[in-house]
């Protein structure tokens, strides 16, 4: 069934939906994005969202066409519009078409698109078995805290992890896990405490990440902000990722070697519920 995609100010199906050639997100990745998840047909922590883009756009000088509020009904008309009930809005800003050229535009006027994505979050099967994950080394840019569309070293990964019969993949930066291809990175340790790696450059601050830092701490988990090896990651007791389109989901095994007894780990399922319930509770 074809999606009504907004563009520019028009709801259109999509096979009508287009920019144009000279768009600076098409020639230059000059461009950034959010997925927000949808539950219910509600939206998750659009808040968060909304003030992680406005970040994005002020860290690479690039003006926004539409206020939040104007954000919030655009990703509301969409899930009406296109009956969703589960998965994601995925939204777009790229400073718009203009004469190639590597220095920005004097007067951009930026590209606006968001599409509906239908993804069965709650009743995903990795969260039963688990993730396999192997390790990368993280050749992306320096500025991963910008959420900008350039993901073709992620696109990498993931097809490296397929090609050894994994799920994903964690890249690691001087010798340290920086986070996943398109998910934050974390570990048990055997004494039960919940280890990240710091906010920095050096990874995109997760909205869910920030959510489930905040929830584990209230249910009286111990975090540590830190970061960790991968040689630290097999010895855990149990790790797990986070993201908008996989909430929390356990990671079973590492470059091959299995965490503890092979299935998700409990503190993974826990925080899991804890998201779900929330998430539910709160989306607007
Ligand atoms: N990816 N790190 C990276 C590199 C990511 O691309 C993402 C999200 C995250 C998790 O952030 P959040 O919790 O705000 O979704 C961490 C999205 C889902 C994507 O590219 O599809």
């Known amino acids: 069934m074809s999606r009504i995609v907004y563009v520019n100010g028009a709801y259109l199906p999509e096979e009508e939906a287009k920019v144009s050639v000279f768009d600076r997100g098409f020639l230059f990745a000059d461009g950034v994005y959010e997925v927000t998840s949808v539950l219910n047909g509600k939206l998750v922590d659009f808040d968060g969202h909304a003030k992680r883009l406005e970040r994005s756009l002020t860290e690479l000088e690039m003006p926004s066409p539409v206020t939040m509020d104007e954000l919030l009904q655009i990703h509301r008309d969409l899930i009406d519009r296109n009956g969703l009930v589960e998965g994601g809005v995925y939204l777009q800003i790229t400073r718009g078409a203009a004469p190639r ?6 007067d951009p006027k930026p590209t606006l698109v968001l599409f ?6 709650s009743g995903s099967p990795k969260a039963e078995t688990g993730l396999k994950v192997v390790s990368i080394p ?15 070293y992620p696109s990498m990964g993931k097809m490296a ?3 050894q019969g994994a799920d994903d993949a964690w890249m690691v ?5 920086t986070e996943g291809t398109s998910n934050n990175a974390y570990i048990v340790t055997k004494d039960g405490k919940i280890v990240t790696r710091q906010l920095s450059h050096a990874i995109l601050h997760g909205i869910t990440r920030a959510a489930v830092l905040r929830m584990a701490e209230e249910a009286q988990m111990i975090v540590e902000e830190r970061p960790f ?16 389109t996989t909430f929390v989901t356990p990671v079973v ?6 965490l503890g007894d092979g299935k998700p780990g409990r503190i993974a399922k826990r925080l899991r ?12």
């Open 101 to 106: 050229d590597f220095a920005y535009p004097a």
């Open 116 to 121: 509906t994505l239908e993804i069965n979050i």
């Open 138 to 152: 993280d050749e992306r840019w320096g500025r991963r805290d910008i959420k900008t569309v350039q993901l073709l």
């Open 161 to 163: 992890a397929k090609a």
């Open 173 to 177: 930066e001087d010798g340290a896990v």
């Open 229 to 244: 090896t991968i040689e630290e990651a097999q010895n855990a007791a149990e790790a797990f990722i986070t993201s908008a």
């Open 253 to 258: 095994e590492i470059d091959g070697v299995t």
């Open 273 to 284: 519920e804890i998201y779900m319930d929330e998430a539910r509770a709160k989306a607007v």
